[in-house]
């Protein structure tokens, strides 16, 4: 009997479908490739509208798809552009509906370069093509700043050192200070709210944002766009004094001045009252040199005419009148001098007595007695220039038996313009004095401690007769005395408060 051997039967075959195959190659991808890092150049660099970052890292030989999602790629500080070789670190993973393999990165950071200083870079060349750097845009310090804004850090060095070189300077020059975080999360935020804020006030005449030194993450809230927009659209002049010397940061190239350092920066906005009264004395100084020259050409001038043919038989005559003349510069000069020693002194002593409390007053009678004494001394020269000109309007009578009657009037003519020209150079230079002294009294009223008290402040004394600067030194039921524009008050301290988180400070 015939005996049939069977075939074994065929192994179940099993199919996978695209989806399934697909994720298994994922699973396995996921689950083999921990984290890595990956260097190569970025290509085809994409911003969806979603937030989320779509790229290619490439080298010579092959390529890998990324995706950086929204939520990660916020933490990178640098922008990301074609051709920027980078380290990219993140995880393998598949895209299913296309079914390629990509990276999904969560940190990445310029190869060969920090993140920091790219973002710094690539912000500052940003900025500076849109023009926040131009120095068309830059607005002029005030010359004599009665208050000061200043956003800083309320517990660092800045602010001590800000407020120890203006009260050695100037201790007329009021502060107001806007606490802010200096540096970590949310700082630039606070910078720029706090500038913003500055801005809603009309009585600060400069602006000082900063801070001290530090590594470049701690000064990085000063390299954030939204502080350099916010000191960008400022009216109130900003001097940025971050950091030292070396430091630079964005919102150094964006400010109106930049100051080394803090105390650098206070030194800017006052000016030393000493150093005041010598630039009003050396005006003085060349407002007399000016009016020798003035003299001395006109001296000349007169000497040129007398020297000229036809007045030979006349020189006796006009010898006295010129001699007269030189008499009348000299009395001029000498008063101009003496005018002017006076009105230097007097600014002086003024200057001495700035801490008075009627300052106002003062300045007011001075300004005139300078007006009173400039329409005498005008007065007095126009009398003796027109006396000048009738002895030589009778020189000429006499000398017209001479023949020289022609000669003489066209001389006089001469010697008539010269004499005009003294009149209106003195009265330039007088108007110039005036003008000048004006400004330097304006100068030295904006100093008083009077001006303050006129716009509504006070100066309040303790039990102890020391002047109050803050609330805690005193106690409720202790009497204290205040200061006011017009008169004084005796008050009691009922309740003591603390200070808003907007505090003004008075420095005096």
Not at 4 to 13: D, G, K, Q, Y
Request: hydrophobic fraction near 40%; charge should be positive; proline fraction near 4%.
């Amino acid at each position: 009997m015939a005996e049939t051997l069977l075939a074994p039967p065929a192994p179940e075959r099993q199919v996978l479908t695209v989806t399934e195959l697909t994720r298994q190659i994922k699973d396995l991808l996921e689950g083999e490739f921990p984290v890595l890092w990956v260097r190569g150049e970025i290509s085809n660099f994409k911003r969806h509208t979603s937030g989320h970052w779509y790229f290619t890292l490439k080298d010579e030989g092959a390529q890998l798809r990324c995706a950086c999602f929204r939520y990660q790629n916020r933490t990178i500080r640098f922008s990301p552009e074609d051709g920027l070789e980078v380290l990219a670190s993140g995880r393998l993973s598949v895209y299913e509906k296309r079914g390629e393999y990509q990276l999904i990165v969560e940190l990445m950071e310029p190869a060969g370069v920090g993140s920091l200083q790219l973002a710094f870079e690539q912000l500052k060349k940003r900025l500076q093509a849109e023009g926040l750097f131009d120095p068309a845009h830059k607005k002029p310090l005030p010359l004599l700043p009665r208050k000061v804004g200043v956003v800083t850090s309320p517990t660092g060095a800045a602010i001590r050192d800000i407020l120890r070189v203006l009260k050695r300077r100037n201790s007329g020059v009021s502060v107001l200070i806007y606490p802010v975080k200096v540096q970590g999360e949310g700082a630039a935020q606070e910078i720029a709210r706090a500038i913003r804020v500055m801005n809603e006030r009309d009585d600060l005449d400069v602006l000082i944002v900063g801070r001290g030194g530090g590594s470049i993450e701690d000064l990085w809230a000063f390299n954030e766009e939204s502080v350099a927009r916010a000191i960008f659209d400022s009216r109130i002049p900003i001097i940025s004094a971050v950091g030292h010397e070396i430091d630079f940061t964005i919102a150094d190239f964006v400010a109106d001045l930049r100051a080394p350092t803090p105390s650098a920066a206070a030194e800017q906005v006052a000016a030393r009252r000493d150093e005041l009264q010598e630039r009003v004395a050396g005006l003085g100084r060349r407002l007399i040199k000016v009016m020798q020259l003035k003299l001395a050409t006109l001296g000349h001038r007169l000497a040129e005419l007398q020297a000229r043919r036809g007045f030979d038989r006349s020189k006796g005559l006009l010898r006295e009148y010129a001699q007269r003349l030189d008499d009348l510069h000299y009395r001029l000069h000498t008063a101009m001098r003496a005018r002017l020693k006076r009105w230097r002194d007097r600014h002086v002593h003024l200057a001495h007595r700035m801490a008075g409390l009627r300052l106002r007053e003062y300045l007011a009678a001075q300004r005139g007695r300078v007006n009173v004494c400039e329409r005498r001394l005008v007065h007095g020269l126009q009398r003796r220039l027109e006396a000048s000109r009738q002895r030589l309007a009778v020189a000429a009578e006499t000398l017209a038996s001479l023949g020289l009657r022609e000669a003489i009037a066209q001389r006089r003519g001469r010697v008539a313009i010269a004499l005009t020209r003294l009149q209106n150079a003195m009265s330039q230079q007088m108007a110039t004095v005036r003008q000048r002294l004006r400004i330097a009294a304006g100068k030295l009223d904006a100093l008083s401690p009077l001006a303050v008290l006129s716009r509504g402040y006070a100066i309040v004394w303790g039990p102890k007769g020391t002047i109050l600067r803050q609330a805690r030194e005193v106690s409720p039921g202790d009497r204290v005395r205040v200061r006011l524009h017009r008169g004084q008050l005796r008050c009691t301290v009922e309740e003591v408060m603390t200070d808003d988180p907007l505090s003004e400070r008075r420095n005096l």
